[in-house]
Nanobody
Framework: QAQLKESGGGLVQAGGSLRLSCAAS????????MAWFRQAPGKEREFVAL????????HYGDSVKGRFTISKVSAEHTVYLQMNTLKPEDTAVYYC???????????????WGQGTQVTVSS
């Protein structure tokens, strides 16, 4: 399993932007796919976006399409989530995760970061 550490969360006004980072270490290439999930209080963990390390292929959840962009810098073993036009409903703890599977189901992910809080004020 890879070790993952998120950073970049914070408080932002609606309509603003934030960029999250996920630094991977350890058994990086055991995780062929990297994803972002989020979880708001009292809600289930929600898929946000995923990217494949070797091809850069991406996939997004419906609620963030057109506003969020996932990217990677392989040489730095880092995955990013650029979040634009943020809404109050984007408020959640955002988690970086790694998997061997191309999947948007959290159960398929075996490496997780500790999470970073994103709060969007109205």
């Amino acid at each position: 399993q890879a070790q993952l550490k998120e950073s970049g969360g914070g408080l932002v006004q609606a309509g603003g932007s934030l960029r999250l980072s996920c630094a991977a270490s350890g058994r990086i290439f055991s995780s062929r796919v990297m994803a972002w999930f989020r979880q708001a209080p009292g809600k289930e963990r929600e898929f946000v976006a995923l990217i494949r390390w070797n091809t850069g292929r991406t996939h997004y959840g419906d609620s963030v399409k057109g506003r969020f962009t996932i990217s990677k810098v392989s040489a730095e073993h880092t995955v990013y989530l650029q979040m634009n036009t943020l809404k109050p409903e984007d408020t959640a703890v955002y988690y970086c995760a790694g998997s061997t599977q191309w999947s948007w189901h959290p159960n398929e992910y075996d490496s997780w970061g500790q999470g970073t809080q994103v709060t969007v004020s109205s």
